[in-house]
T-cell receptor, first 112, second 112 residues
């Protein structure tokens, strides 16, 4: 069965650089969520989209933005990167009104 | 205080043992309860999904929810070394694109 696909798998950036993470949800899933997980931490909700509109917002810094496109894939744009942004970034998808979230394998972002 | 509390472990058990993992929560609006398994540097994998109070069994896994006590449990019977992972409880209040609130995760090690 098709799963949530995230790219890139690993990303190394320097401080103050910009990064773009991509997420391709499971086919027919119209809702996408972004989570950030620091080492030894639980995933923290950043933002979600339903039918290409932002539906909820969590602890996402103003330096980050995201959007969902017409094919339902989503991109997380991160600017002015800081050392503390180093983390695993997960994308998850679900069907509308379904509480079951399916996660991708994540993007490991390292900011040097 | 976090909305969802979970003992981080680590929890070490011999192969074949019954494992009990637990979470408590404070938000009475939570209606949906999930258990995810996460291997190192991988995305969380949905194991069990329960709505409201009650028990649910799937193979070697049993999930229990007691909303009156705000307490959920995951039991693993006949534990295997391949069960060694971090187990995260997660919950949500429902609704379109509802975000999950995670526990910190319990690291489980099943030894031979």
């Amino acid at each position: 069965a098709a799963g949530v696909i995230q790219s890139p798998r690993h990303l190394i950036k320097e401080k103050r650089e910009t990064a773009t993470l991509k997420c391709y949800p499971i086919p027919r899933h119209d809702t996408v969520y972004w989570y950030q997980q620091g080492p030894g931490q639980d995933p923290q909700f950043l933002i979600s989209f339903y039918e290409k509109m932002q539906s909820d917002k969590g602890s996402i810094p103003d330096r980050f933005s995201a959007q969902q496109f017409s094919d339902y894939h989503s991109e997380l744009n991160m600017s002015s990167l800081e050392l503390g942004d180093s983390a695993l970034y997960f994308c998850a998808s679900s069907e509308q009104l379904a509480e079951k979230l399916f996660f991708g394998s994540g993007t490991q972002l390292s900011v040097l | 205080q976090k909305e969802v509390e979970q003992d981080p472990g680590p929890l070490s058990v011999p192969e074949g043992a019954i494992v009990s993992l637990n979470c408590t929560y404070s938000n009475s609006a939570f209606q949906y309860f999930m258990w995810y398994r996460q291997y190192s540097r991988k995305g969380p994998e949905l194991l069990m999904y329960t709505y409201s109070s009650g028990n649910k069994e799937d193979g070697r896994f049993t999930a229990q929810v007691d909303k009156s006590s705000k307490y959920i449990s995951l039991f693993i019977r006949d534990s295997q070394p391949s069960d060694s992972a971090t187990y995260l409880c997660a919950m949500s209040g429902g609704g379109t694109a509802s975000k999950l609130t995670f526990g910190t995760g319990t690291r489980l090690q099943v030894t031979l």
